[in-house]
């Protein structure tokens, strides 16, 4: 087929297209050529996107506006993303593809149509886009499906689909988006298919869940479904629960275009309670369910519907989240008192953190790691949230809804359909979730570590320049350090200290310094035994003044400071409270006892005077540099470049580089300026000149040089330029684990050098 056609009917292509079609586009018509009853369209293909892209000259603008891109920051994520979608939305589309795309419309008979969105990465067994763009149900009239294509187009950059790409190392612009129109289906029940059981990945079994109305009330979670468990073999059903309906989504007929209602479910005749799909269908169903699975020799998630009778098949995608699974964890029977809630098991694995109660999307920036996120039901634009969330607790949704689908791919434990979590629980509450019961008991009750996907083993790969991993919480680093990383490159001490919630000051002030001790060395210790004999670089505290005054107790030592990024942090706290900074040089000396993998990295240094003072207190306290104790210390203030000599006369063995706060630092850009977000970008030839410096001077003394700002996982041409350079190791977030680990593998056997190196060189000459 030519891949310069603009629109294609179902019947023109297979799973083989899609670059041309994306996932969606191609499984539609390859169910379709199979004989499986799909509502007929056609599809806008991806061509059309990228000749639009190039006709309108977006694709410049796009990248610009992507290059100060941070995933996790949620509210800049939202500002790129609707500055993008604008441009996209107000351009004109050409002439060429509306005409073939309202012929298309009129062939296809008009009407009600569906116009969904298609990504060429989407539905893939390793790639799955769980609700990222865009569809739009009941369109009707050439103009409207035109315009909705456009508005399809643009949900290629929801900040949902942005961040999930992100944090995959996908090119933003090499992904494409073709959209299918589809004739619309009225449904009169509805639902998902899954040719195994997802929770525990039993191919045994298939799970149908069904509601009245249209089938976007699953997958949002807005309604709990009637599940209905079938043996795969017999095709007989063997469990069934019936959830209570009250109201259903169909098509707003007093509306406009692009509208759905919510309807109420009629109380007479119980029909509330009812089951959705009778035995028949299910049955049929799982039939078809069978021959979508053996088309495609592979695990399917399937959306159908029943309109007049007829059984509709109008999605079908591969199951992305088949993961190895631990042994159960078990509840205690004393434990088993402490249960509050109880709903569906969605992601099995446990987890323990203190609930944070979101209301709505907005919100999600209130999620910090360690939580509990405890919503009604989640969205797409819940994600970047549920990716730092330990656990998530929903009232609403199936084993199929959004919640459900994510939280297996992230592998954080999950319980959905709970009914009253969000009025039950208190926010901050410490609870534990257990995703593989579907319950939820107060307090920490489980001590092991929670479930966290099992990476399927690949060959090692051999690099002279050692990968490090940035990490904060004890509970992944067993699970982490399982994978192909050297060691802990930033291992950051304000969660642990966050966890225990009282600010030292004040637990010195009661006579408790010594519980602090006790408890943040265990959590120290839990890395350091981990990744034996491995090094942990541990990150003495750099808690600024408004952070610590969240801790209890915290408003009596912490002053309201207009800047605290620049403020009172870092060594500068160490140098006028040593009273302090002797509570975690007793936490380093204690874990040293058991584990010598341990070494200390001091941040924030603004002065040479200050850093001599530290070093001479750590020798003092028997922390002097030898074969197994190594003193690093953060390169982030511009001092640390231009007296860097100077630093390491002082006695380090090591600097990490905080490429974060250093270019910050050298445009003199807050990095949280909404303002400023296209500005900020660690690229910048003054920064580069900056990390040059640091690199050259480190290898010319002798002494390790590594990065462990955010910059390495988010531009992999910035890693490969610092590796050409002889950077010692670079430190990631544990999602970019093996790609980094492959970049600096091509960038140690590249002989030429990358354009970004060349840059350097011509800064640095």
């Known amino acids: 087929m030519r891949k310069d056609r603009k629109v294609v009917w179902f019947e023109d292509v297979g799973k083989n297209d899609i670059p041309l079609v994306g996932g969606k586009g191609a499984n539609l018509g390859e169910l379709t050529k199979a004989g499986i009853p799909v509502p007929p369209g056609f599809i806008v293909t991806a061509h059309s996107y990228y000749y639009f892209l190039e006709r309108s000259k977006l694709a410049d603008e796009i990248r610009s506006l992507l290059s100060p891109l941070d995933p996790d920051d949620s509210s800049k994520l939202q500002e790129i993303a609707s500055n993008i979608k604008r441009s996209i939305n107000a351009a004109e589309m050409p002439q060429e593809i509306a005409d073939e795309i309202a012929q298309a419309y009129q062939k296809l008979g008009g009407g009600l149509v569906a116009v969904r969105s298609s990504a060429t990465a989407e539905d893939l067994p390793e790639a799955s886009f769980a609700g990222q763009q865009r569809t739009f149900l009941n369109v009707e009239g050439e103009k409207e499906v035109i315009t909705a294509v456009q508005q399809c187009w643009a949900s290629l950059f929801e900040p949902r689909a942005i961040f999930y790409r992100a944090n995959r190392g996908l090119d933003h612009l090499k992904i494409g988006i073709a959209v299918p129109v589809q004739r619309m289906v009225q449904s009169e029940t509805s639902g998902i298919l899954f040719t195994l059981e997802p929770v525990t990945n039993d191919h045994s079994k298939v799970v149908i869940e069904a509601v009245y109305g249209l089938g976007e009330a699953i997958v949002s979670g807005e309604v709990t479904p009637d599940l209905y468990m079938v043996d795969k073999d017999r095709v007989e059903v063997i469990e069934k629960t019936i959830a209570r309906q009250e109201w259903k989504l169909v098509r707003n007929a007093k509306g406009k275009n692009l509208e759905e209602a919510n309807v109420k479910v009629p109380i007479k005749k119980r029909e509330q309670r009812k089951q959705k799909l009778t035995d028949e269908y299910i049955i049929a169903l799982v039939q078809l369910g069978k021959r979508i699975e053996a088309l495609y020799d592979f695990p399917q998630d399937i959306e159908w519907a029943q309109e007049g009778g007829a059984l509709y098949i109008v999605q079908a995608?591969?199951?992305?989240?088949?993961?190895?699974?631990?042994?159960?964890?078990?509840?205690?029977?004393?434990?088993?008192?402490?249960?509050?809630?109880?709903?569906?098991?969605?992601?099995?694995?446990?987890?323990?953190?203190?609930?944070?109660?979101?209301?709505?999307?907005?919100?999600?920036?209130?999620?910090?790691?360690?939580?509990?996120?405890?919503?009604?039901?989640?969205?797409p634009d819940f994600v970047p949230a549920m990716k730092r969330a330990v656990a998530i607790v929903t009232d609403r949704g199936g084993r199929t809804c959004h919640a459900a689908i994510v939280s297996r791919e992230l592998g954080i434990p999950c319980v959905v359909g709970t009914g009253t979590a969000t009025h039950f629980l208190k926010p901050g509450q410490v609870v534990t979730v257990d995703g593989a019961e579907g319950k939820v008991y107060d307090g920490r009750i489980i001590k092991e570590e929670p479930y966290i996907p099992l990476v399927l083993p690949r060959a090692r790969i051999r690099t002279t320049t050692r990968l490090y991993v940035n990490l904060a919480d004890p509970d992944l680093a067993e699970r982490v350090a399982s994978r192909d990383v050297d060691g802990v490159g930033l291992l950051r001490a304000e969660f642990m200290i966050a966890q225990i919630g009282e600010h030292p000051r004040y637990m010195i002030a009661q006579g408790r310094g010594q519980e602090f001790v006790e408890r943040l060395a265990q959590g120290v210790a839990t890395f350091a035994k981990a990744f034996n004999p491995r090094p942990v670089i541990y990150r003495t505290t750099d808690f600024k003044t408004n952070e610590y005054r969240n801790l209890i107790g915290g408003e009596y030592y912490e002053e309201v400071e207009e800047n605290p990024m620049l403020g009172y942090r870092g060594c500068s706290r160490y140098v006028v409270e040593p009273d302090v900074f002797n509570l975690e040089i007793e936490v380093i000396k204690r874990v040293r006892e058991n584990y010598k993998n341990l070494w200390v990295m001091i941040p924030f240094v603004r002065r040479v005077g200050d850093l001599a003072r530290l070093v001479r207190i750590l020798k003092d306290e028997g922390l002097r540099s030898s074969r197994d104790f190594k003193l690093w210390m953060m390169v982030e203030v511009p001092s640390n470049i231009l007296l860097l000599d100077d630093f390491i006369n002082v006695g380090i063995d090591g600097i990490s580089i905080g490429s974060n706060d250093l270019t910050q630092l050298i445009l003199g850009i807050d990095r949280d300026s909404p303002k400023l977000a296209e500005e900020f970008d660690e690229r910048d030839e003054a920064v580069l000149v900056a990390l040059g410096k640091a690199v050259r001077t480190s290898i010319r003394r002798g002494i390790t040089v590594s990065i462990c700002g955010q910059a390495p996982s988010v531009y992999p041409e910035l890693t490969e330029m610092l590796v050409e350079l002889g950077i010692t190791s670079v430190s990631v977030s544990p999602d970019a684990i093996e790609h980094t680990r492959e970049i600096i593998a091509k960038a140690e056997g590249r002989l030429s050098s990358p354009s970004l190196w060349r840059q350097l060189a011509r800064a640095t000459s």
């Not at 209301?359 to 910090?368: F, N, T």
């Open 317 to 379: 995608r591969p199951v992305t989240t088949i993961k190895e699974l631990e042994k159960p964890k078990e509840i205690s029977e004393a434990a088993e008192k402490a249960l509050l809630l109880t709903g569906s098991p969605a992601s099995p694995g446990s987890a323990s953190g203190p609930t944070k109660i979101i209301r709505q999307s907005s919100e999600i920036d209130r999620v910090l790691a360690g939580d509990v996120l405890v919503a009604e039901m989640t969205t």
